[in-house]
């Protein structure tokens, strides 16, 4: 009997294809595939799973209403760009990689957070300038303060269990689970980290009900001055709000890995505007969507994933 065939359409580390030709499946390799070029081929048929990155949504206007495949893969942890509702009414399993890139995405945290505490990039740039400027660099520790971490999946885990040697307060708050406390965290209501952070770190899904969701109104409620950390989804923090936060002291200093629009050439007006502030402040730093963007964790997404679609059992 035939093997079971997948189409992958994005680029992928070349770890995946024997991974997966040693679980039985045949591979159909196309990274620069258009998205019509992706409806015509599963119109076609003979595709059990389809394997993507975020370069393409996969809903009903691409898949259509008999679709034959049986799985998605997303090669990394976010899946915004699937249209859960859709899926889950075909019965078609949504596999996603989110232990891959973990590891990546709690190393990164710490270091942008220490690289923000302690003006690490701004004293760079001064000693490449001949500016020696010990006293205007003057830092702060970690110990001590107390770390809020708003959603407690793979990635907050895995940023509170790398804090655990700095001798600060970890709280964390997961609207759907409970009962996750335990020696390097402690699970408590949002209204206690807003009482108690002085350092907010974002680790949740981009969703209808986290767009938007870091706004002025939000931050305001916090009790002290925070330093914001997102390295989840850009659209989760409004830039323009940001601004605001950080030039009323709100926010004492953010660190981006993602932004709201990441295709910088297509800023709106106000996003520009927003943009352009926010990279004249020193007490800012951005990166472009790296935090889980590692070596190591190219191949321990493929790893992952492999695994989920092997436990699926859909071998012909």
Not at 1 to 22: I, R
Not at 57 to 65: H, N, S
Not at 177 to 203: M, N, P, R, Y
Not at 212 to 231: P, T
Request: net charge negative; aromatic share 6%; glycine share 8%.
């Amino acid at each position: 009997m035939a093997a079971p065939t997948c189409l992958v359409v994005d680029s992928m580390h070349e770890s995946l294809f024997p991974m997966l030709a040693e679980i039985g499946w045949d591979i159909d390799y196309q990274p620069a595939i258009t998205r019509d070029e992706i409806n015509l081929k599963l119109k076609q048929g003979g595709y059990d799973g389809l394997i993507v990155r975020s370069k393409t949504t996969i809903d009903r206007d691409l898949l259509g209403e008999n679709p034959s495949i049986r799985f998605i893969g997303r090669a990394g942890a976010g899946i915004d760009n699937l249209d859960v509702d859709y899926l889950t009414e075909k019965g078609i399993h949504i596999l996603h990689a989110s232990e891959g890139n973990r590891d990546a995405v709690g190393e990164y945290t710490v270091g942008a957070l220490l690289a923000l505490m302690r003006n690490i990039p701004r004293a760079d740039q001064q000693v490449r300038n001949k500016v020696w400027d010990r006293e205007g660099n003057r830092g702060e520790e970690i110990m001590g303060k107390t770390v809020g971490i708003i959603g407690y999946g793979n990635m907050g885990q895995a940023f509170a269990r790398r804090l655990a040697g700095f001798g600060c307060n970890v709280l964390a708050y997961d609207k759907y689970k409970t009962g996750f406390s335990d020696a390097v965290c402690q699970e408590v209501t949002e209204q206690a980290i807003v009482d108690e952070a002085d350092i907010l770190s974002l680790h949740i899904p981009l969703t209808r009900e986290t767009k938007g969701l870091v706004s002025r109104a939000y931050i305001d409620r916090f009790k002290k001055k925070i330093i914001l950390v997102n390295a989840a989804r850009g659209e989760i923090v409004s830039l323009t709000d940001l601004v605001t936060s950080l030039e009323t002291g709100k926010v004492r200093g953010a660190v981006l890995d993602v932004l709201e629009n990441e295709k910088l050439s297509t800023l709106t007006p106000t996003q520009q505007q927003a943009f352009d502030t926010l990279i004249g402040k020193t007490n800012v730093i951005f990166t472009p969507h790296i935090a889980g963007w590692t070596y190591e964790s190219h191949v321990k997404i493929n790893v992952a994933l492999v695994q989920k679609i092997a436990a699926l059992k859909l071998a012909h």
